[in-house]
T-cell receptor, first 116, second 113 residues
Framework: AQTVTQSQPEMSVQEAETVTLSCTYD???????LFWYKQPPSRQMILVIR??????QNATENRFSVNFQKAAKSFSLKISDSQLGDAAMYFCAYRTDGAGSYQLTFGKGTKLSVIP | EAQVTQNPRYLITVTGKKLTVTCSQNMNHEYMSWYRQDPGLGLRQIYYSMNVEVTDKGDVPEGYKVSRKEKRNFPLILESPSPNQTSLYFC????????????FGDGTRLSIL
């Protein structure tokens, strides 16, 4: 079974600064998908960004970007120009690309605080 | 408006009393899944469905059942709830296999005494 590790239970960042959340995973597969989800205090789950393992180019969505290092099995999330609304729990997730499977594994999350 | 609707939002019940948490999506998505969220454990997948009448186990299926008789609905059934199933539950849907869960419901807080 795949495992996803988020080694930083909590982090903080000054407003307008940049922060990077780390995620590592363990897999023997070569094709898979990686995701970052945001859960604000409202407890809604919001898909932030996704990355296909076969793509070398790092995904970007506005102020959110990833650093995908396939060999190192690392998938970090960078938030630029942090805003108060970025304060939330962030979850990294892994999904196998195996045919006939939609199994998804989440990390335990990183709580991000944004300091005004 | 694209929506995944879960009901109820909150429920307090007792051990052994069968309950169903409903989940409905209005986006004609093929993929639906259920998760439970516990403090310090993140989200864990309970069951998923890739289409009508196609369901499979996630990481923590014990004590749960699901069905997918219609594309829009994916109810989670606890036949004999126990206190260790006290948790926050999320239903999610997505259009394709590669996108991962795109839309989540607002969550159901279950307390089993």
């Amino acid at each position: 079974a795949q495992t996803v590790t988020q080694s930083q239970p909590e982090m903080s960042v000054q407003e307008a600064e940049t922060v990077t959340l780390s995620c590592t995973y363990d897999t023997s597969e070569s094709d898979y998908y990686l995701f970052w989800y945001k859960q604000p205090p409202s407890r809604q789950m919001i898909l932030v960004i996704r990355q296909e393992a076969y793509k070398q180019q790092n995904a970007t969505e506005n102020r959110f970007s990833v650093n995908f290092q396939k060999a190192a099995k690392s998938f970090s999330l960078k938030i630029s120009d942090s805003q108060l609304g970025d304060a939330a729990m962030y979850f990294c997730a892994y999904r196998t690309d195996g045919a006939g499977s939609y199994q998804l594994t989440f990390g335990k999350g990183t709580k991000l605080s944004v300091i005004p | 408006e694209a929506q995944v609707t879960q009901n109820p939002r909150y429920l307090i019940t007792v051990t052994g009393k069968k309950l169903t948490v409903t989940c409905s999506q209005n986006m004609n998505h093929e993929y639906m899944s259920w998760y439970r969220q516990d403090p310090g454990l993140g989200l864990r997948q309970i069951y998923y469905s890739m289409n009508v009448e196609v369901t499979d186990k996630g990481d923590v299926p014990e004590g749960y059942k699901v069905s997918r008789k219609e594309k829009r609905n994916f109810p989670l059934i606890l036949e004999s709830p126990s206190p260790n199933q006290t948790s926050l539950y999320f239903c999610a849907s997505s259009l394709g296999q590669g996108v991962g869960p795109q839309h989540f419901g607002d969550g159901t807080r279950l307390s089993i005494l």
